[in-house]
């Protein structure tokens, strides 16, 4: 077994994002710019906004923050998506989500700009995700298909399993699976809540990905012998044996299938570190077609 190293990965793409960035603000271009939305006050929020800003900083991208408090009505928070579209130095735009309830999330995405829309959420990319047409891939998908390519692991049609079918990841990883192109032209089954024999259609996989949600389900029954496992899962479990009473897992049971797979993404340090990157790639990408 190897691990499939995101932290090191992550870095690279940085690092080649940086270049660029450099390369453009040395003629005397502007750099980049992404606008963050965030409403209310939500830890979990806050943090990866947070997070966002010291990476953008790092490879020279401007990030500006737009909080707005959770009492804002739907159509101020509206007016200012619409005040972002129209602001030709912000080249990407995302929402932190969840919004609270009294506002309609599907009204808010829909407002961003498509050429904006750098976490892929409008119906509009989506729409080109679909149909293979060049577009924002969504951060998380984006990261698999990273992992994947830069690691050399031959998806051409290898029998891929997708656990989970989420909008954010599980369905737009599943396409990219699928795309007809030299890192992709997987054959792919997704499953979900309602998959009979759950264990049985993982265990037949040559690439399993997991996005189920739930802390260390993936065990080694669930993988064949050399598998490759991606984990998208991050969770906060309790564990009073450790200083911070708590450690970091993901939806698969690490120390069980690593002894059984040939390849497996860690948790920290896999996908999760690419994620971030990916973002930042696209945040470019918005910059240079506008």
Do not use: W
């Amino acid at each position: 077994m190897y691990p499939i190293d995101g932290k090191l990965l992550a870095q690279e793409m940085k690092n080649e994002i940086t270049a660029t960035v450099s390369s453009l603000t040395d003629k005397g271009k502007n750099p980049p710019h992404l606008a963050l939305v965030i409403v209310g006050d939500d830890g979990a929020s806050l943090t990866y906004v947070e997070s966002i800003k010291k990476n953008t900083k790092e490879v020279g991208i401007l990030c500006s923050a737009y909080q707005f408090p959770a009492s804002i009505s739907e159509k101020e928070l509206l007016e200012a998506i619409d005040f972002i579209n129209q602001d030709d130095e912000v080249d990407g735009c995302i929402i932190q989500l969840p919004l609270p309830k009294h506002i309609d999330t599907k009204k808010i995405i829909q407002k961003i700009n498509p050429k904006k829309d750098v976490d892929c959420f409008h119906p509009e990319n989506m729409g080109k995700l679909v149909l293979g047409e060049d577009t924002f891939l969504p951060a998380t998908p984006h990261a698999v298909m990273e992992l994947l390519k830069r690691y050399e692991i031959e998806t051409i049609g290898k029998n891929c399993v997708v656990v989970g079918r989420s909008n954010i990841v599980g369905k737009p990883l599943a396409l990219l699976l699928l795309q007809n192109s030299p890192y992709a032209d997987a054959t792919v089954t997704i499953c979900h809540s309602k998959t009979q024999n759950l264990q049985e259609v993982c265990a037949q996989a040559d690439i399993l990905l997991v996005a189920i949600g739930k802390p260390e389900f993936i065990t080694a029954e669930y993988v064949q012998k050399d598998a490759v496992v991606i984990d998208v899962g991050i969770h906060r479990v309790e564990d009073k044996t450790t200083e911070k009473g708590y450690r970091i897992c993901g939806d698969v049971k690490f120390n069980e299938v690593s002894k059984k797979c040939k390849a497996i993404t860690p948790v920290p340090g896999g996908v999760g570190s690419v994620t971030m990157a990916c973002l930042l790639k696209n945040t470019l990408k918005a910059y240079q077609q506008n």
